[in-house]
């Protein structure tokens, strides 16, 4: 079992849906998450950070959930544009700054 | 201001040759990662330099792969005796610190024939 799982996808939604990702993570001692957005053929991006409070930035709003070991990132009002691959990451408290992906799903928004 | 940079952007190399990659962090970042990405395997890490502490090499996947990173900024990835199964993108990221936002370079996509 890998370490963040994600659905991969495809989700294949039209424009103007609201649409919502979700990723559990196996290892307790994971103290930071985030989302990154890879295009297709290119490098990732951070997307954004995920706080235990819940935050958001814009369209996207990510969750966490640590009793659950559970995160999500909802997108509303989905754009041609963020049509990408969505990939879930996680950082240990002890390790630096190494982190570790989730193998990411993928989203094509439709118009 | 420079991303990182990485080179080649492609290499095709032979099976059982050695290979080198390239990666130029942005200036003034103190850590450096490396990564690859391949089909069905995601993204996983390789290696990370922060400062002048000894790199954590934990994510490697064999002993014929090397990293080194020289005068705290430029570093190679060293993969000897290629094999099929090397045939990635080799992503470098660097942060400020080893806290801070990684940011990534293009890649370097090797295949190994």
């Known amino acids: 079992r890998k370490e963040v799982e994600q659905d991969p996808g495809p989700f294949n939604v039209p424009e103007g849906a609201t649409v919502a990702f979700n990723c559990t993570y196996s290892?307790?001692?994971?103290?930071?998450f985030f989302w990154y957005r890879q295009d297709c053929r290119k490098e990732p991006k951070l997307l954004m950070s995920v706080y235990s409070s819940g935050n958001e930035d814009g369209r996207f709003t990510a969750q966490l959930n640590r009793a659950s070991q559970y995160i999500s990132l909802l997108i509303r009002d989905s754009k041609l544009s963020d049509s990408a691959t969505y990939l879930c990451?996680?950082?240990?408290?002890?390790?630096?700054?190494?982190?570790?992906f989730g193998q990411g799903t993928e989203l094509s928004v439709k118009p | 201001g420079a991303g990182v940079s990485q080179s080649p952007s492609n290499k095709v190399t032979e099976k059982g040759k050695d290979v080198e990659l390239r990666c130029d962090p942005i200036?003034?970042?103190?850590?450096l990662y490396w990564y690859r990405q391949s089909l069905g395997q995601g993204l996983e890490f390789l290696i990370y330099f922060q400062g002048n502490s000894a790199p954590d090499k934990s994510g490697l996947p064999s002993d014929r792969f090397s990293a080194e990173r020289t005068g705290g900024s430029v570093s190679t990835l060293t993969i000897q005796r290629t094999q099929q199964e090397d045939s990635a993108v080799y992503l470098c990221a660097s942060s400020i610190t080893g806290r801070g936002e990684q940011y990534f370079g293009p890649g370097t996509r090797l295949t190994v024939t």
């Open positions: 990451v996680v950082k240990r408290g002890n390790q630096g700054g190494k982190l570790i």
């Open positions: 200036s003034g970042h103190t850590a």
């Open positions: 290892n307790s001692a994971s103290q930071s």
